[in-house]
């Protein structure tokens, strides 16, 4: 079997918020609330982001008030462990080889979505979603964690207001 072709998502950085398109429709809006928490909306449901702690940080996504995701204490000096409601889990993998990714892993070890500076044409994200994972709500939570702890990357590296992201 052959892997799905891949799809382009275009962000759009602003001042407070960030934009996710795909073929030019709008997929979702993370929107920085005065509190900390970031906020979108994807499938008809309310969403918010927050994390909490200094030591031992912990994210939490909630839908329509709902927890529907939250990080897990790994222990020391490893990656938290991403937990979902429906008990599906995540890991998350750091590098900087040779610049700054972060990827996310399903309970097997497969990379399922990464977000990756990447300097062809310029520096620039690059987002891979594996093929056999479908823009839902699944992958919008990611994209939502991913930019909560990769935007500092995203808006402190990129230099543009426009990122191309390769989604597979």
Do not use: C, H, S
């Given at each position: 079997m052959g892997t799905a072709a891949p799809t382009y998502l275009r962000w759009v950085l602003h001042t407070g918020r960030a934009q996710v398109f795909h073929r030019d429709q709008p997929v979702v809006e993370?929107?920085?609330?005065?509190?900390?928490?970031k906020r979108f909306t994807f499938g008809g449901h309310a969403y918010s982001l927050r994390t909490s702690g200094i030591w031992k940080p912990r994210t939490m996504i909630q839908r329509d008030g709902t927890e529907v995701l939250h990080t897990v204490d790994a222990?020391?000096?490893?990656?938290?462990?991403?937990?979902?409601?429906?008990?599906t889990s995540y890991s998350t993998q750091w590098s900087n080889k040779p610049l700054a990714k972060l990827a996310f892993r399903d309970a097997t070890g497969k990379?399922?979505?990464s977000l990756r500076l990447a300097t062809e044409s310029g520096v620039h994200i690059e987002?891979?979603?594996?093929?056999?994972?479908?823009?839902?709500?699944?992958?919008?939570?990611?994209?939502?964690?991913?930019y909560e702890h990769f935007g500092g990357v995203?808006?402190?590296?990129s230099g543009a207001d426009d990122l191309l992201l390769l989604v597979g």
């Open positions: 993370f929107v920085d609330a005065a509190n900390g928490e222990g020391a000096f490893k990656q938290p462990r991403i937990a979902l409601a429906d008990g990379e399922v979505l987002t891979l979603l594996a093929g056999d994972m479908p823009l839902d709500e699944r992958a919008v939570l990611l994209l939502a964690l991913g995203m808006r402190g590296d």
